[in-house]
């Protein structure tokens, strides 16, 4: 199973995937990192383990579809089964969404649909999530659609939120959970992949 992964930011899943595919843990192999952020932690963790990397933002490609038109070039060369989208901070453009539709997933660190859509990204939902006096969050593994976090909801797991727990510890929490459902769902996709080839 051949992935390509988005990613804005540290990157700290991203290298849980890295690790899982190391180990052969998960039989697939990460083809394409593609950021937004030339200064990203996931450019470096992607570098370390000599795994193609790209930028693509507004710097290099002005025009919003342009930029649509070199990520979806690039999928397309790394022949990618499927695309991740690993605290991707933009919204994938049109064309792309359309040529890999139904082979994008995204995480999300709550119970979708509560806490999600625009705004409701990073340390902000866990906040709203202790804010609304939840007993409960968790993460969610879907699809992507055009719009923010409402593309078919695949996997979930629960996280029972703490009487006495900050946002920073929730969100700690949530992130392992997170990680750990999204190898778990990979493994099954490469398992329905590898029987749909016999």
């Known amino acids: 199973m051949r992935l390509a992964i988005l990613a804005s930011h540290k990157g700290t899943t ?35 383990a000599d795994i193609p990397t790209h930028h693509i933002s507004s710097k290099t490609h002005p025009l919003p579809e342009l930029a649509d038109a070199a990520v979806l070039a690039t999928l397309k060369q790394t022949k990618a089964d499927w695309v991740l989208l690993l605290g991707y901070m933009k919204k994938l453009g049109r064309d792309t969404l359309s040529e890999f539709s139904g082979r994008i997933l995204n995480t999300h660190p709550a119970l979708l649909p509560k806490f999600g859509g625009k705004g409701y990204f990073g340390r902000k939902v866990h906040e709203a999530v202790l804010a609304a006096g939840e007993t409960e969050s968790g993460a969610t593994i879907h699809l992507v ?54």
């Open 14 to 48: 991203l290298q849980c995937v890295i690790d899982a595919c190391a180990t052969h843990a998960l039989r697939a192999q990460v083809v394409t990192v593609i950021s937004n952020n030339s200064y990203s932690g996931a450019i470096r963790r992607a570098q370390l």
């Open 145 to 198: 659609d055009a719009e923010y976090d409402t593309g078919q909801l695949l996997s979930q797991v629960k996280v029972p939120v703490l009487e006495f727990d900050t946002a920073e510890a929730l969100e700690e929490r949530v992130k392992k959970a997170e990680q750990r459902l999204l190898i778990s769902t990979l493994i099954d996709l490469s398992n329905q992949q590898q029987v749909s080839n016999y």
